[in-house]
């Protein structure tokens, strides 16, 4: 296929939730319309639907980023020096 009939779809992960669900039955939707679906997965755990996608014969690039670390947000009321 062309690169000028693809979609770039970008997933934190491919855990068997929502979005990745979503972009899973969107991609087969666009294989038979003639769209390739690239995907891009920022984290390579959770993978429950690795094969899933694999099995459709998607191009997939895995950034394996690390997992972005939450700080603790200030306590209002209390000074901070």
Do not use: Y
Request: charged content about 20%; glycine content about 6%.
């Amino acid at each position: 296929m062309s690169r000028n009939n693809c979609v770039l779809i970008v997933l934190m992960s491919l855990a068997a939730e929502g979005t990745p669900r979503l972009a899973l039955e969107l991609s087969r939707e666009w294989l038979n319309a003639g769209v390739e679906p690239i995907i891009v997965v920022m984290q390579g755990a959770p993978n429950d639907l690795a094969s899933d996608f694999d099995a459709l014969g998607l191009k997939r690039i895995t950034l394996d980023l690390p997992r972005p670390r939450i700080r603790a947000l200030p306590r209002f009321g209390v000074p901070h020096f």
